[in-house]
């Protein structure tokens, strides 16, 4: 097992490498250091002076990849790509360009992050599976056609409008919760509440789906046949038998994005106005602040990844056939 | 005046140019015209493809451009919507009102001859008042002459001599496609569409924006954003998959690794941070090279390009790594087998005998993934990594109105139409690619 995981780590290396290298390409090398330099101090009255200074004072004045003044080892090391990529793996992001240290930053907003996005995931695997697992029950019937219409409208509207909906229903005309801001602790439950709503809501439809086609490809299997062959009542079927069997598929798609659950979401943190790692990132993306991009980028790639292991772990927990 | 294509004019009619050719191909196999009779046959299918088509049509009329010299020497890029919208364009109001209002939302101040100075709610300077009746009447005339005569031709189209006949069958509902269904939603969006047509010469339908726009034109206009971003992606996408996927599976060994290699680190980035990391750059590039484009028109449409490549880009990998498992599959079989053994050449043999047999999962993909791009269009617009904030665009409208939420009282008609335009394409979307996914997902074959 210990074996293993050490495996998939050292696995995970050449892939945040090309993350890093897809990232630097993009950054650097699409764009080159001058170019991102006049558009940072603004097009109209740049000299190449300035742009050296630009340059010099955020260490982008590096070569790319290969060094030819500097001697030895450091012909590779003192380079754009070892400096500003490959330290990310030791986690030192840097200064952003505002000047200011974005591990801390990061380290800061996290807590925000999952005060919205853990309950909107637990509540919603929770809502999802129980809803799916009764309309199964009552399969073919008027009920599980019309909660499948029901649930495809509620795919079919953008996230925004059940955002700005519930801004306006339960913070403008009926003042239940404020309509932004964030507190820690336990204060900050009336701020958390409605993002939380919204997102339940918004995942039901495609979480519903989902479950329930995962449960109905499990009744048709044999075993199913055979538990109510031998007297078992549906329900007793559906919780001892189906629902283990479809914890299996659930498990894929699920347990991979709990680490992501960090990086929060970008949309809901900024309309409510939570100091989380969303807004964060918006924060940056609309103030072209590359190093924070940059920064997130990495940091959601090895979040993923972490997923993908756990995901592995997770099934030899879950199902005896699978060892590892 | 003179013809003029946009990049993504070219785009849009080469995709038009490919599907047709790919259907007639599709069609000529007798197997795969039965699938699609079978999805037709559903009624809701029949229906959404119908209010697809409507939502394709106006994308198209507005992907058609024109360059109008004008004398005093300004040259504006216009296209047939445009021309067919010419009275609600150039004619803007001061500022908001609501939909079908004769007067403005909001109180001015206006000084009158004695120099008094009164609050007062300004009328509009482009409603004829008391046309409601007439124009909506001469609007659903309209509506239904025009939906009856085109009803007519398909249907003597489709009767092959006998029309009395045919029209019988379809509506007694006996034909083999739910023809009934369709001519109904069809006169239904036809009417709908001609009424508001009509009224737009007299009201402002939906009502205005903040600088006096009238928000159906901005709907309407949106449309080609929201349908462009949902096709001409898959257009970028479907090579890349199918290429990398196909050779992959089939060749296997190291190209295998590194083609495997390339999708997992590609998919291990967060798709927002990516999409929005290649906007950024492309951003910095457009700003250094303002010499690409020659008038507004051209930079968004050329960002609406880099747009869609960059999402192409970044989506390819999900649809690689089902056609990878797919070819996997077929390379072993006794056909492929035997292809080899007569010397048919490695290349040949993926165009002829693989990739004809993947077909399924590709239509499967197209579809499931058009209604999640018109969505992921309004929210990276709201992130400010999508379409150029000048273009008009559900997403843009959306991030527009979501402040006009907080006046006091509210104007909520840009945020309804956006909605409304959205959420029946997105709907349509979903329900034919339901459609299309039980008949031709081959694990739900019986």
């Given at each position: 097992m210990l074996a293993y995981i050490i495996k998939r780590i050292l696995y995970a290396i050449p892939i945040l490498i090309g993350v890093n290298l897809i990232t630097f390409m993009l950054f650097f090398?699409?764009?080159?250091p001058d170019d991102m330099a006049r558009a940072q101090l603004g097009a109209k009255q740049t000299t190449p002076a300035m742009i050296a200074a630009w340059k010099a004072e955020k260490g982008y004045?590096?070569?790319?990849?290969?060094?030819?003044?500097?001697?030895g080892i450091q012909k590779v090391t003192d380079t754009l790509f070892v400096n500003e990529s490959l330290k990310l793996f030791m986690f030192d992001f840097g200064l952003s360009d505002a000047n200011r240290n974005i591990a801390e930053d990061i380290k800061a907003r996290m807590g925000p992050s999952l005060a919205i996005a853990l309950p909107t995931f637990l509540i919603a695997l929770v809502t999802n599976i129980s809803l799916a697992l009764l309309l199964v029950l009552f399969r073919g019937s008027v009920l599980d056609m019309s909660a499948m219409i029901v649930a495809v409208m509620i795919m079919s509207v953008s996230g925004l409008f059940y955002i700005i909906a519930g801004q306006v229903l339960?913070?403008?005309?009926?003042?239940?919760?404020?309509?932004s801001g964030y507190e820690s602790g336990w204060a900050g439950v009336k701020f958390v509440l409605l993002p939380v709503a919204i997102g339940v809501f918004a995942g039901l439809g495609s979480g519903v789906r989902w479950y329930r086609s995962i449960f109905l490809e499990q009744i048709n299997q044999d075993y199913v046949r055979t538990a109510r062959a031998k007297g078992l009542s549906e329900i007793a079927v559906l919780f001892r038998h189906v629902l283990p069997n479809g914890m299996l598929p659930i498990l894929t798609g699920v347990v991979v994005i709990i680490p992501s659950l960090?990086?929060?979401s970008l949309i809901m943190e900024s309309f409510f106005g939570i100091p989380g790692l969303g807004s964060y990132t918006i924060d940056a993306i609309n103030a072209q602040d590359f190093a924070i991009v940059k920064a997130m980028v990495f940091l959601g790639s090895v979040l993923y990844i972490v997923g993908l292991i756990l995901t592995d772990i997770s099934y030899t927990l879950f199902d005896p056939r699978v060892t590892l | 005046m003179t013809l003029f294509f946009l990049w993504t004019d070219i785009l849009v009619w080469t995709l038009v140019a490919v599907a047709v050719t790919g259907s007639w191909m599709l069609l000529r196999s007798p197997v795969s015209r039965q699938k699609w009779i079978m999805i037709f046959r559903s009624k809701i299918a029949m229906a959404s493809a119908i209010v697809l088509m409507f939502y394709l049509a106006f994308a198209l009329l507005d992907s058609v451009h024109f360059k109008i010299n004008k004398p005093n020497g300004g040259a504006p890029i216009v296209s047939l919507l445009d021309m067919a919208m010419a009275h609600q364009k150039d004619f803007s109001e001061r500022t908001y009102s609501a939909p079908f209002a004769t007067h403005e939302y909001t109180k001015s101040i206006v000084v009158d001859a004695a120099g008094k100075s009164t609050q007062r709610y300004l009328p509009l300077k482009y409603v004829q008042k008391g046309q409601m009746l007439s124009a909506s009447l001469k609007g659903i005339l309209a509506g239904m002459l025009i939906a009856v005569v085109l009803i007519g031709l398909h249907l003597l189209w489709r009767s092959k001599g006998d029309f009395s006949m045919r029209l019988k069958t379809v509506f007694l509902g006996?034909?083999?496609?739910p023809w009934r269904t369709a001519y109904g939603v069809f006169t239904l969006m036809t009417v709908l569409l001609a009424w508001l047509y009509v009224m737009s010469f007299s009201y402002h339908v939906l009502g205005t924006d903040k600088v006096g726009g009238d928000v159906f034109y901005a709907a309407l206009k949106s449309i080609r954003t929201g349908v462009l971003i949902g096709t001409l992606t898959t257009l970028v996408t479907l090579p890349l998959a199918i290429f990398l996927g196909v050779s992959a599976g089939y060749f296997r060994g190291w190209v295998d690794d590194l083609i495997q290699y390339l999708y997992t680190t590609l998919s291990s980035i967060p798709g927002v941070l990516l999409i929005a990391a290649g906007v950024l750059m492309m951003q910095v590039m457009m700003d250094n090279h303002p010499?690409?484009?020659?008038?507004t028109i051209e930079r968004s449409d050329l960002r609406l390009l880099f747009l869609i490549v960059i999402l192409g880009v970044t989506s390819w990998t999900g649809l690689c790594r089902m056609l990878r498992a797919e070819t996997l599959r077929i390379a072993k079989m006794d056909f492929v087998t035997a292809a080899k053994a007569f010397g048919v050449s490695k290349w040949r043999i993926m165009a002829r005998h693989i990739v004809p047999n993947l077909t399924h999962i590709i239509l499967i993909s197209i579809v499931l993934d058009f209604s999640g791009l018109v969505l992921a269009e309004a929210v990276l617009s709201y992130v400010g990594v999508g379409v150029d904030p000048t273009m008009y665009s559900w997403g843009n409208m959306i991030n527009q109105a979501r402040l006009e939420m907080a006046r006091e009282p509210m104007v909520w008609w840009s945020l309804f139409a956006s909605f409304i335009f959205m959420f029946i394409l997105v709907l349509a979307a979903n329900l034919f690619s339901d459609r299309v996914q039980q008949v031709l997902d081959p694990r739900n074959a019986q």
């Open positions: 090398m699409v764009n080159t004045d590096k070569p790319l990849f290969y060094n030819t003044e500097a001697s339960f913070s403008k005309l009926w003042h239940w919760v404020p309509i960090f990086m929060g | 006996e034909t083999q496609l010499d690409w484009f020659a008038s």
